[in-house]
């Protein structure tokens, strides 16, 4: 097997559902990361959960998909925190 095929994947014993989330370079911990998608109003409409180590930017579009269609048919507009943001 290559080299370059080779990844170090760290997993929790306790939790191997998690994922090794990263804070600034020092600050590591397994943990999770929750999506809610609310309405114009405040309430939520869609709910997901990841592990802690999978990007917002990559985990939006199941937790878009898991709203239900005539509600995702009167979308207008979308608002996202610069977390989301990442090159085409």
Known sequence: MDEKELKEITQSIVDPESGMF??????RCFAYSQHAICD???FVIAVKTFPGNMHDSVTFFETYESIPEEIRENIHQIALDAGYKTPG
């Open 22 to 27: 990263h804070k600034g370079e020092k600050e």
């Open 40 to 42: 114009h109003h405040g």
